[in-house]
């Protein structure tokens, strides 16, 4: 069984800086592609960025430029650096992994709170 579990939330200032990391085990973490998402109050669940099994990446429009994602594929670890943080990124953010058959599996969630 597949499991990821997120850290790395918590409070910060707007224009602050926050990283998140997503352990993963029971799975071939390097065929995998990975994904964060978040969740605001009364808003649907959401992408913010994924990174393919080579590599590739792709981010929501609202965060290019101030978001990155990466992997290492060593330590079964996929990592979300936020820079420039805003109020509307506060949101419940969370891990989500993919499998080459398509079967997904998501982390607890990490809280992400952006002070204004």
């Known amino acids: 069984q597949v499991q990821l579990v997120e850290s790395g939330g918590g409070l910060v200032q707007a224009g602050g800086s926050l990283g998140l990391s997503c352990a993963v085990s029971?799975?071939?973490?390097?065929?995998?592609?990975m994904g964060w998402y978040r969740q605001a109050p009364g808003k649907q669940r959401e992408l913010v960025a994924l990174i393919t099994s080579g590599g590739n990446t792709n981010y929501a429009d609202s965060v290019k430029g101030r978001f990155t994602i990466s992997r290492d594929n060593a330590k079964n670890m996929v990592y979300l650096q936020m820079n420039s943080l805003k109020p509307e990124d506060t949101a419940v953010y969370y891990c989500?992994?993919?499998?080459?058959?398509?079967?997904?599996?998501w982390g607890q969630g990490t809280q992400v709170t952006v002070s204004s």
């Open positions: 989500y992994s993919t499998n080459p058959t398509g079967r997904g599996s």
């Open positions: 029971g799975s071939i973490f390097s065929r995998n592609t």
